[in-house]
């Protein structure tokens, strides 16, 4: 059973440090990982889709590593602004269709 | 593209009653999805839809819960005999066939259990 987890939990940081959070999954059997991020009460924005052959992606400040043997993701954002604060969320595809989701990081960006 | 739409945002309703929530996808996507999302957790999958077909449910989906798309277009949730439990976030995602494109979500309808 796929089991994804996301470390930490949450995260405060100043404005204009770089921001990395970490998404680990169990079973390697992957079709591709995203990364989402979400705001209070709303839905899920995609931020970065990496399929299962590719190592990274990258969008403006956005850059995100899969490691699929190790079943690790990383994401960083750099250079972090008060407008990314939010939860990121990362979720893995299985071959099905079903995206496996992690918990979440809590992101708080402070000026 | 006016993005995933889901109707209503917000249901409060007392246990054991029945509610229905929809979702309309983005027209040219044949895939949709539902989720549910509790305080503090990340989304989990109950089923999904290629056009009209319902290819999968999760046990999560309980005998209580059912989920059509007629026509291949916009899909409806029905919880029956609603229970707290019930109480969460239940999101619509929509994306092609093509399972390397992302999927695509609504900002979901909260219902709530008195």
């Known amino acids: 059973k796929q089991e994804v987890t996301q470390i930490p939990a949450a995260l405060s940081v100043p404005e204009g440090e770089n921001l990395v959070l970490n998404c680990s999954f169990t079973?390697?059997?992957?079709?591709?990982l995203q990364w989402f991020r979400q705001d209070p009460g709303k839905g899920l924005t995609s931020l970065l889709l990496i399929q299962s052959s590719q190592r990274e992606q990258t969008s403006g400040r956005l850059n995100a590593s899969l490691d699929k043997s190790s079943g690790r993701s990383t994401l960083y954002i750099a250079a972090s602004q008060p407008g990314d604060s939010a939860t990121y969320l990362c979720a893995v595809l299985d071959s099905w269709g079903k995206l496996q989701f992690g918990a979440g990081t809590q992101v708080v960006v402070t000026p | 593209d006016t993005g995933v739409s889901q109707d209503p945002r917000h249901k409060i309703t007392k246990r054991g009653q029945n509610v229905t929530f929809r979702c309309d996808p983005i027209s040219e996507h044949n895939r949709l999805y539902w989720y549910r999302q509790t305080l503090g957790q990340g989304p989990e999958f109950l089923t999904y839809f290629q056009n009209e077909a319902q290819l999968e449910k999760s046990r999560l989906l309980s005998d209580r819960f059912s989920a059509e798309r007629p026509k291949g277009s916009f899909s409806t949730l029905e919880i029956q005999r609603t229970e707290q439990g019930d109480s969460a976030m239940y999101l619509c995602a929509s994306s092609p066939t093509d399972s390397n494109q992302p999927q695509h979500f609504g900002d979901g309808t909260r219902l709530s259990i008195l």
């Open positions: 079973d390697s059997a992957i079709y591709n």
